[in-house]
């Protein structure tokens, strides 16, 4: 049984997820069902990540009661006013074919277009009429939180950003603390690329006789955020998923959050700027 935080609006989150992005058609749903039948109980999807039939039809093939299992899509830029946003919302359901989506967020707020606190309205009145249970954001900057909550009076409960050791994003998770945000964590790993390799992380995996990815993902946890890894394989899955059975000191802890870098992020994609349709 994996454990949950209690987000704001007094709703349970698992405390690490499964990414689906590229997953679609039968080889993305195979390793959907996969997942959920190793344990993972909170899938993240998005329209624009053009799987959330995939999704809905992997929740019904895996057997898993579908009470216990958190679905999470996002809002897409194009569809950032009130009317659009509604309408959108009911798509993702009926792709799903679900009666209701338990975590539901605005993918990128997309400032120069400056239509985020509408499409947050639409989203505090759908979770209003019981479509959605729990609602959020993501690559929400500080100034895009405080403007939709002094607009529309709710808080968000998850903030889900890029996270991961060289980009470590230190005031964000602070400000998102403060508001009582839960903040997730996309591209938790770091695409698995050159900071598994990183001599520090490598050091602290050999010292608990763990993996790179598994120590990584254990920081992740240690700081509070929800990491959203990602795998096709059943043997990736159940590595990534088996990280709650061992903790980092703080010395560790530490020593992976120094790696980060000045602007760590992987594609370059500021939310204060990036644009996402």
Known sequence: MIPSHTL???HPLPV???GTYPLGGPGGAAAIVSALRQGYRLIDSAVNYENEGTVGEAVRRSGVPRAEITITSKLPGRHHSYAAATT???ESLYRMQLDQIDLYLIHWPNPGVGRYPEAWQA???LQRDGLLRSIGVSNFLPEHLSRIIAETGVTPAVNQVELHPYFPQLRQR???AELGIRTESWSPLGRAGELLRDPVV???ADAHGRTPAQVVLRWHLELGAVPLPKAASPARQLENLSVLDFELDAGQVAAITALGRPDGRLTGADPAIHEEF
């Open 8 to 10: 704001n609006d007094g």
């Open 16 to 18: 690490i997820g499964f």
């Open 88 to 90: 959108c919302v009911h």
């Open 123 to 125: 989203l505090v009145d």
């Open 174 to 176: 602070e400000v998102d």
């Open 202 to 204: 490598v050091e602290i």
